[in-house]
Structures are given as structure tokens and as C-alpha cells.
């Protein structure tokens, strides 16, 4: 256990309750045994904030490798929150690994150009971009959780494209009627990119709402979107 804690123990942030170093009082709390075996708690505590504890924890958490036939749980808020924005994360690449390809080609289908289908997509990722950028840089400043990241991947890209249909469907039916490049533009964005304007104003006003909810996840999700 102690080789298998060795990384924790020997961070200066982190101290460790060893079961064995328990107070014989104490000793039932840690300790239990069952027809599946023994089970032992040892306690890893994190002298540090939150944030810094979960960095930690990123850091060290491969180093736990219990040999001789152990098992071997983390639990507890920090194992919980640690876990669960691993795993936020990991199924957050597998999809956009899906849902990108997938709006290329659905996009592509609708329009039959690749260019006009490569523009939505292309304003998603750059609005994905640039707003993981700003929330890296505000992460500096306030706590950001990982669902700001769902968020951003849900609004940037989801939105995105749909505000971009708008004015490249108005665009194609400026041109249809027989107006110039320069003049189809214009109409575009005096009409459908007025009410994409707005619509995004009224967007970001209720995702302001979210910020006043102190001491939960729901003012990352307004930073996010």
C-alpha cells in the first residue's frame, strides 16, 4: 500500500491516514473483513484547494498500481469529481469525433458544394476555438469547471452552424433572384444577419442568468456560453 501511495505521500501537499496508523477506537471505521475478503481504508488528504487537488490528482492518479492480488477503489469527492470530468472530457472528443464529420456531410448533402457546407462548420470551429481561448484565460481569474467545455462544444457548434444556415440559405436566394455577389451579401446581412444579431444578443442574456448562481457548476456553464 505504501509503494502503491508512494507519489501521494511524498507530495507536499498531500498527507496520508494510513488504516494500520488508526486508533484502536477508531479501528472499525477503517478496517472490515467479509466472506470476499479484507478491506482496508487509507485516507489521501488533499492540504490544498479544490482546483489544485484535482490537478494533483490528474498528476498522480496512474502511480496507484496494488500488486500481490489487491484491489483498489478511489472514492470521495475529489476521486468523484476527478473521475467524472475525465470521463466528460473523453466523451466529449468522441462526439465531435462523430457529430463534425457527420454535420460535413449532412450540410453537404443539403447544400451539394462542399464550400457552402465547409462555411458552418468552419464558423463552428472558430467559435469553438476562440471561446475555449477566452475560458482558459477567465479560468485564470474564477473557477471554471469542465461543463463550461459542453457547453461551449454545444453552443459553438450547434448554433453556429444553425446561424450560418440562415445567411448562406438567404445568400443562395439573393443570387437566385438575380442580384450580384457584392448586393446578395448585403441583403444577406441586413436581413437574416439582423435577426441572427439579435436572436445571439437574447442568447447570451439568459446564459448571464447562469452567472449569479453562486457555489454550483451553473455559472461555468454561463462563462462557457
Excluded at 508512494?6 to 507536499?12: G, K, S, T, V
Excluded at 466529449?92 to 465547409?118: C, H, M, Q, R, Y
Amino acid at each position: 500500500v505504501r509503494a502503491a501511495l508512494a507519489d501521494f505521500e511524498n507530495h507536499p501537499d498531500v498527507s496520508i491516514e494510513y488504516s494500520w496508523d488508526a486508533e484502536e477506537v477508531d479501528r472499525e471505521d477503517v478496517v472490515a473483513s467479509d466472506e470476499d475478503g479484507q478491506y482496508a481504508l487509507n485516507k489521501v488528504v488533499f492540504n490544498t484547494n479544490r482546483k489544485e487537488a484535482k490537478s494533483i490528482m490528474n498528476d498522480l492518479h496512474d502511480s496507484v498500481d496494488l500488486e500481490g492480488g489487491f484491489d483498489g477503489w478511489m472514492t470521495d469527492g475529489i476521486a468523484v469529481d476527478w473521475t467524472f470530468d475525465d470521463r466528460i472530457k473523453n466523451d466529449l472528443i468522441k462526439a465531435e469525433l462523430v457529430s463534425g464529420p457527420l454535420s460535413l456531410l449532412i450540410l453537404g448533402i443539403v447544400f451539394g458544394s462542399l464550400i457552402a457546407a465547409l462555411l458552418p462548420v468552419g464558423v463552428g470551429v472558430g467559435t469553438v476555438l476562440a471561446a475555449i481561448g477566452m475560458t482558459i484565460w477567465l479560468s485564470n481569474v474564477t473557477d471554471v469547471t469542465v461543463y463550461a467545455t459542453n457547453i461551449i462544444s454545444l453552443i459553438g457548434i450547434g448554433v453556429s452552424i444553425d446561424y450560418s444556415l440562415f445567411l448562406v440559405n438567404r445568400f443562395r436566394e439573393e443570387l437566385d433572384r438575380g442580384h450580384d455577389v457584392r448586393t446578395a451579401t448585403a441583403m444577406s446581412c441586413a436581413t437574416a444577419g439582423k435577426a441572427v444579431f439579435y436572436s445571439g444578443i437574447t442568447v447570451a442574456i439568459g446564459l448571464m442568468g447562469m452567472l449569479f448562481f453562486t457555489n454550483t457548476s451553473l455559472p461555468s456553464l454561463g462563462i462557457g456560453g
